[in-house]
């Protein structure tokens, strides 16, 4: 007998006289949660988000969709920028603005060493949480593989808004695939030891933009 087997056998034996209960005790569990956490319209849900990315460390920036390509060179300029990672499907307007840098195309070839050694890489991503300041990646073709989104050390992530913005975790499951190689990012990587150091930058990029982009 294993003691898997002893262990159960104990437990049978002290219910043994306990009256068989026909229904839970406290009656059925209330499934009824909360989708949604207050009313927002499509504005305040944006603000929401922004104010809960910043809360993370994250840096927020917001353009139009006119601007974005401006904005984006921007961002990537002053950072020092040269060689940034692009996914197959990244709209080719976005770094339409960007000169003097190379842009590394992603590819199944591209190792996590080649990785290492690009400045940058600029993503698109597939839905963005307002009540948790939560950007997920679900590995589309505007994002690319996981690990580009894991191993560069700046990491410039567009939003579109409001279409991509949800207020709550359960309406962003809703638009998910759960076969899909999911990734969930608040804030940059960042990590605590038991004194509560913050490090960070040690499981992905150490610093992420976010740019909530409006038409």
């Known amino acids: 007998m294993s003691?898997?087997?002893?262990?159960?056998?104990?437990?049978?034996?002290?219910?043994?006289?306990?009256?068989?209960a026909t229904a839970p005790a406290r009656g059925?569990?209330?499934?009824?949660?909360?989708?949604?956490?207050?009313q927002r319209d499509a504005a305040q849900t944006?603000?929401?988000?922004?104010?809960?990315?910043?809360?993370?460390r994250a840096i927020v920036h917001r353009a139009t969709a006119a601007?974005?390509?401006?904005?984006?060179?921007?961002?990537?300029a002053a950072r020092g920028a040269r060689r940034v990672v692009v996914p197959p499907g990244l709209p080719e307007r976005w770094l339409s603005?960007?000169?003097?840098?190379?842009?590394?195309?992603?590819?199944?070839g591209l190792t996590a060493r080649e990785l290492d050694a690009v400045d940058s890489v600029v993503?698109?991503?597939?839905?963005?949480?307002?009540?948790?300041?939560?950007?997920?990646?679900?590995?589309?073709?505007?994002?690319?593989?996981?690990?580009?989104?894991?191993?560069?050390d700046h990491h410039v992530v567009v939003v579109r808004v409001p279409e991509q913005v949800v207020d709550s975790v359960?309406?962003?499951?809703?638009?998910?695939?759960?076969?899909r190689p999911l990734t969930w990012i608040s804030g940059p990587s960042?990590?605590?030891?038991?004194?509560l150091d913050r490090v960070e930058g040690v499981h992905g990029p150490r610093t992420l933009e976010v740019v909530l982009v409006t038409d």
């Open 46 to 56: 944006a603000d929401l988000l922004a104010e809960n990315l910043a809360d993370y």
């Open 190 to 195: 960042a990590t605590s030891d038991i004194e």
């Open 123 to 152: 993503t698109g991503c597939a839905v963005a949480i307002a009540e948790t300041g939560t950007i997920v990646l679900d590995a589309g073709p505007d994002q690319g593989r996981r690990r580009v989104t894991l191993v560069p």
């Open 67 to 76: 601007e974005l390509p401006g904005r984006l060179a921007g961002l990537l």
């Open 28 to 38: 059925a569990v209330d499934r009824g949660y909360l989708r949604v956490h207050g």
């Open 97 to 108: 603005a960007v000169q003097d840098m190379e842009q590394v195309p992603d590819s199944a």
């Open 3 to 20: 003691t898997r087997d002893q262990v159960l056998g104990r437990i049978r034996r002290a219910l043994a006289d306990a009256p068989h």
């Open 170 to 179: 359960p309406q962003a499951l809703e638009r998910l695939d759960p076969v």
